[in-house]
C-alpha cells in the first residue's frame, strides 16, 4: 500500500494544504493499492508563488546552464529506470514493451531539447529590428495518465529550455509514478521554484492554474472537451495556450498495398498502447477490392495481440486505466453491435482466461459507416472500426470528415502516390509505411485535436514570446 501525502513546491516535498485522498488501484487485478492526499487552491497557489519566484533567474539563465539542467534530469530518470518501469507497469499496467519505451521517452525528452536549444538562435536582425525570443513568463502544464512522465519530462523539459519556471498538475490516477518521477527530477538538483508539481483534482488546482493572472502559459495534453474548458479559462487573461487533444486516426491500406507489410502495421498503430493513445489508428480504410484479403490478415493478426497483466513479456494489450475508462470501452462495443456494424474480431466482456482486472478483448469492427459513432468518437480502448472505400476521393472524403485530425497512418507502394494521398489529409501528423518516431518534428493537431505544436524548435517557441528593438 502506498499513501501518497507529499506534493512538490519550492524545491522541497510538503503536506498539502488539501485533504481529500483519492483511491489508487492496480488496473490488472483491480486491487486498491494505496491513495493520493490531493492539493487544493492554497496548493496551486503556493506553487505558482514558487515560480514567480524563480521566473527572473532562470529566465536569465544561459544556454548552458539550460542544457547542464536537462542533462541532469535526464540523467536522474534514467538512474531509477528499474523503478519507474514497475510503478508504471503496477499502476498503469501496461505492457513491458511499452513501460520500457515510456521510460527511456521521458529520459529523452530533455536531451533532445537540449540539442534543439544548442542550436535555436533566440535573437535575429530583421530589417533594423533585432528581434528577440523572450521567455513567455510562467507556464502550467496539465497533464493525463496514459504517458505521464513522457508528458511530465517532454513539457518540463520544453519550460526549462525556453527559460520559463513552471508548475505542473499530472493526472491523480497516476500519484504513485508521479512521486517517483517527482524524487528523480528532485535529485537532479536544479534551483528552487524552476518546477513544482502538485497532485490535485482537474477541476479545482487544474481549474486554478488555467485561471491565475500570474500563470502566463497553459500547456495542456488531455480530452478534447478539458481543453476548450481550459481555454475559455484561459481568455480572461489572454494566455497562451498549447492543447494536444483527442483523435480519431486514420489508418489508410491503399489499394497497392502489400498486405504482409501493411496489416502488421495497421495493427502496431491502431492498438498502441493498448489504444489508450491519442495517435491510434482506430479507423482502417480499405479499398472494397481488397476488402476480403484484408479481413483475413486482420483476424489472423490480431489473433497476436495478446491481452493480460505486465508481467508476462508477450502481452501487448494491458487493462483499460480505471473501472469508468473500462465500462466506456465496454459500452462502445455494445453500441458498435447495436448501430448494425459486424465483429471480425472480440465483442464485449473480458478476453478469454481472464476473470479480474479492467482488461477488454482487441475488438475490430467490419461494415463500420462513417456516421455511425463507433467511427467518430474517441474510445480509448482496443476497438477498431473497418471502413470501405471505392476511390482515393472518396478515401479522403471519409478520412477529412471528422472532427479531429490528430495523426494519420498510410500504407501503399508507390511513394509518389502516397504523398500526393498526404497532401490532402487534414491532419497534423501523417506516418507513412510505419515510419520511426521523429522527435524534434512538430506535434500537434488539426481541427479539435489541438492547437499550437510541442516538440523541436516549434514546440520550443511555444515557450517563447518574441520582442523586436528597433535603433
Ligand atoms: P482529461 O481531459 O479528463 O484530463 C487530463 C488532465 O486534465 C488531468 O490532469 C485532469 O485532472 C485535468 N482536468 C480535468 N478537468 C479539468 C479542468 N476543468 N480544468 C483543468 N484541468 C482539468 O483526459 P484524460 O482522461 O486524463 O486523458 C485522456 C484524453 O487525453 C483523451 O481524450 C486523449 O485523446 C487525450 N490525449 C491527448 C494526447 C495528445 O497529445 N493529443 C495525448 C494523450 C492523451
Not at 19 to 31: I, K, M, Q, V
Not at 197 to 218: C, L, M, Q, T, W
Not at 302 to 323: E, H, N
Amino acid at each position: 500500500m502506498r499513501d501518497i501525502d507529499q506534493i512538490y513546491i519550492d524545491g522541497t516535498f510538503v503536506t498539502p494544504h488539501g485533504e481529500e485522498r483519492a483511491e489508487l488501484f492496480n488496473p490488472s487485478t483491480e486491487d486498491k493499492i494505496g491513495s493520493v492526499r490531493l492539493g487544493d487552491r492554497d496548493d496551486a497557489h503556493a506553487a505558482i508563488a514558487a515560480a514567480k519566484r524563480a521566473f527572473p533567474i532562470h529566465a536569465r539563465s544561459s544556454k548552458a546552464e539550460r542544457m547542464n539542467m536537462l542533462a541532469a534530469l535526464s540523467a536522474a530518470v534514467l538512474a531509477r529506470a528499474p523503478e519507474l518501469t514497475a510503478a508504471m507497469a503496477e499502476e498503469y499496467g501496461a505492457p513491458q514493451y511499452f513501460t520500457g519505451f515510456a521510460v527511456q521517452h521521458a529520459a529523452s525528452a530533455f536531451l533532445d531539447m537540449a540539442k534543439v536549444l544548442r542550436d535555436y538562435e533566440f535573437t535575429r536582425q530583421i530589417g533594423r529590428a533585432e528581434v528577440t525570443m523572450q521567455p513567455v513568463g510562467i507556464a502550467a502544464a496539465i497533464t493525463p495518465w496514459n504517458s505521464n512522465y513522457g508528458f511530465i519530462c517532454s513539457k518540463l523539459a520544453t519550460a526549462i529550455a525556453a527559460g520559463t519556471t513552471i508548475v505542473i498538475k499530472p493526472s491523480e490516477m497516476s500519484a504513485i509514478q508521479t512521486q517517483l518521477l517527482t524524487e528523480c527530477l528532485h535529485e537532479a538538483g536544479l534551483p528552487k521554484g524552476l518546477f513544482n508539481i502538485v497532485n490535485g483534482r482537474g477541476y479545482i488546482v487544474g481549474a486554478e492554474f488555467s485561471r491565475h493572472p500570474d500563470i502566463a502559459k497553459v500547456t495542456f495534453t488531455g480530452s478534447t472537451a478539458v481543453g476548450k474548458q481550459i481555454l475559455k479559462f484561459g481568455a480572461e487573461t489572454l494566455k497562451r495556450v498549447t492543447l494536444e487533444l483527442g483523435g480519431k486516426g486514420p489508418n489508410i491500406v491503399l489499394d497497392d498495398a502489400d498486405l504482409d507489410v501493411a496489416i502488421p502495421n495497421v495493427l502496431r498503430a491502431g492498438l498502441m498502447n493498448s489504444c489508450q493513445a491519442c495517435v491510434a489508428g482506430t479507423r482502417i480504410l480499405v479499398p472494397v477490392n481488397r476488402m476480403e484479403e484484408v479481413h483475413a490478415k486482420l483476424k489472423e493478426g490480431i489473433a497476436a495481440f495478446k491481452a493480460g497483466g505486465p508481467a508476462d513479456p508477450d502481452v501487448r494489450i494491458g487493462p483499460m486505466v480505471s473501472s469508468k475508462q473500462h465500462e466506456r470501452v465496454q459500452s462502445y462495443i455494445r453500441l458498435g453491435l447495436e448501430e448494425g456494424a459486424d465483429l471480425l474480431a472480440g465483442g464485449p466482456g473480458r478476453p478469454d482466461g481472464i476473470e479480474r482486472g479492467w482488461f477488454s478483448r482487441p475488438t475490430i469492427f467490419t461494415n463500420v459507416r462513417n456516421d455511425m459513432r463507433i467511427a467518430r468518437e474517441e474510445i480509448f480502448g482496443p476497438v477498431l472500426s473497418v471502413l470501405a472505400y471505392h476511390d482515393d476521393d472518396e478515401a479522403i472524403r471519409i478520412v477529412n470528415d471528422t472532427t479531429y485530425g490528430l495523426q494519420a497512418y498510410l500504407h501503399g507502394r508507390d511513394p509518389d502516390r502516397l504523398q500526393v494521398f498526404a497532401d490532402r489529409l487534414e491532419s497534423g501528423r501523417i506516418v507513412i509505411n510505419g515510419a520511426p518516431h521523429e522527435p524534434l518534428a512538430p506535434f500537434g493537431g488539426f481541427k479539435q485535436s489541438g492547437l499550437g505544436r510541442e516538440f523541436g524548435a516549434y514546440g520550443l517557441e511555444g515557450f517563447l514570446e518574441p520582442r523586436a528593438v528597433l535603433s
